[in-house]
């Protein structure tokens, strides 16, 4: 079954538009509203998903306003708007000052508070935030319940899964996917928030029973500007009015901030602090997986997880901690984990029978190369590390220069490509990247701005034994240019590149 997040069970009580004007009280600027019985159903903030008797949300934009889209959204059967501002006159108006900080309040209220029935983990962080959903997932689902989760990866639950759209989807979004959860008898749900959804409001009116914190390193900086204005805005979901616990990992320099400052009661986790709540040892990580010992408060475990990368440690520490705090069984989650066979797009293997280690990672920022190159660096050993690279556009262009540096500092070979550029000019982004990879002084250094052709001259330099990794998309599945969206997965155009590779090496 295909899981549509406008398709939830409708509650089976009637709140009319007068009921909305009363529960938000003072916050609503003007009326009286005519159409106020209208009975409303569900909240959307998108006009083209809008179901019969939903509560539209026009919210403003940079470029356009959603009452632009007003009558679309009463084509689609809207109950009502909320807004900042009246209507068109289609539709009755609810009119409150700051309508997007209402949103996720008013969808969880209208679909019965889900997130108060289900045990939701929240998972925050620069890097992590993925691996970390699904090591939690499969921890939880170890002890017995019934999982959902909400990724940048896939929505899904038993017998319902779709794509992500971004790492947290909208407010309205989210509380409609948790009610169908909640009606399909989950009892857990990992859910990635990005500091995105927290600055606006995409998790507002969840309630989380734990709040976990992976690291914090340069990036989103187009968004927050400042490294303290994007911390605040990770701190700002570990309050006690939004979480019962924080989980946060101790080694990370910001991490043993947000411990010092939450209200929350706090469980820690670290691969250096012995006195952590959970800590990992006696780490091993090579081409095969990842194996620790957690020490937990209810025992030991050697752990061995087939993800690959030093990092995943941290992550697993995340899931077990989480699972720690909400009075699971830690050992269980830590057998449940090793079951996990993979995470799409985060050093994912691409095999097709060839004879060097390829793999694809969503590596993007400098905190997450600085911790993954040193180990593709140790897998080839003596042999040669050939990594591509790419910017996406329309992102913070001061990270472009040190991702093209550090890069060029672990790698033998770099191919600089292109990525989404949106509306920026891709020459501009690779060159960004090229002039950080030439400072280095370091590697060969190759610019092709075509992707395909980018892969084919990637693996045309690899020789046996070698390791050839594509970083910075992982598993995201389109190319966006300006206005043309075109397919391409890098994992399945590596594996074409390598089969060239071969029949041309075999003569074929």
Known sequence: MHLDPDDSRRPARRIQVRDIVSHLGDAVSSGPYEGDERVVTGVSDDSRSVRPGDLYAALPGHRFHGLDFEAEAASHGAAAVLSDRPSHGTLPTVIVDDPRRWVGPLASWIHGHPSHDLQIHGVTGTNGKTSATYLLDAALAANGLVTGMIGGVVVRCPGSSRPAIRTTPEAAVVHRTLAEFRDQDVRAVSLEVSSHAVSLGRVDGVRFRTVAFTNLGPDHLDFHRTMERY?????????????????????????????????????????????????????????????????????????????????????????????????????????????????????????????VLALVDYMHNTSGQQVLLPFLRSLAGERRLVLVISATGERDPGKRYPLGHTAATYADVVVITDDSPYSDDARVLREALAEGARAADCAHVVIEGDRHRAFEIAVSYARPGDVVVVAGRGCEPRLVTGDTVRPFDDREELRRALQRRRRLWSGG
């Open 231 to 355: 911390f605040a805005a990770k701190a700002a979901l570990f309050t006690a009015d939004r979480a019962q616990d924080a989980v946060i990992n101790i080694d990370d320099v910001y991490g043993r901030r947000l411990a010092a400052a939450t209200d929350l009661p706090v469980w820690t986790h670290s691969t250096r602090d012995a006195g952590a709540d959970v800590y990992a040892d006696s780490i091993h990580c090579d081409l095969h997986g990842t194996a620790f010992t957690a020490h937990t408060p209810v025992g030991h475990a050697r752990v061995r997880l087939s993800l690959l990368g030093p990092h995943q440690v941290s992550n697993a520490l995340t899931a077990l901690t989480s699972v720690a705090a909400a009075g699971g069984d830690v050992l269980q989650a830590a057998a449940g984990m090793e079951t996990l066979a993979g995470v799409p797009g985060r050093l994912e293997r691409v095999d097709d029978g060839q004879d």
